[in-house]
C-alpha cells in the first residue's frame, strides 16, 4: 500500500484518512520466523503540518510462531499505534525518527514491517511453564516423561567406568 500525496501537496486537500487490509509477504514471515499470518487490518490518517506531515496509523491481525521450546503453534496477537513525522527528503534538518519520502507517495508496508518486528518479543513460548522437548529422544515433556538416561559420564573418564565392577 502506498499513500498518494499529490492532493496533500497541491494543498487540495489538508488530511488523508485511509484504512485498507494487507498481507505480509511470505519473505517477511520467513524474516521472521513465522509460520503463518492473518491479514491485517490497517487504519489512520495523514495530515499536512506546514511543510511537514503527521502520520498516525493503527493496526491489528495475528502472526503464527513455533514455541521455541516445544514447537507447537502459538498465536500472537500484534496490534500497535504508529505516529511519525513525515518529511521531504529534500529538506536538510531531518531527525533520525522522521520518515522521509521521495517525489509523491509512501510505502506504508516497510513502516508496518518495520514496527511489527520491533514489537515482537525475544522469545515466543507456547506457555511460561512450557517443558520444552527432551534433547535425547525428542518427546514432548508437556505431554509425556520422558525414559532416557540421565546419567552423563565424561568421555574422557569412561575408561575409568569399569574399573570397579
Known sequence: MTLDLTKLISGVQSQI???FEFALDKSYLESIGSVDASLFKVSGYLKKLSERYDLTLTYS???VFECHRCLQNVKLTLK???KRIVVSERESDVDAEWLTYEGYAIPLVPILEEDITLILPLQVLCAESC???CP??????NKETCTCDETKIDPRL???KHLFT
Open 17 to 19: 484518512d485511509f484504512e
Open 61 to 63: 491481525g495475528e502472526v
Open 80 to 82: 500497535n499505534d504508529i
Open 131 to 133: 517443558k520444552g522437548l
Open 136 to 141: 535425547s529422544c525428542g518427546v514432548d515433556l
Open 158 to 160: 569412561e575408561a575409568l
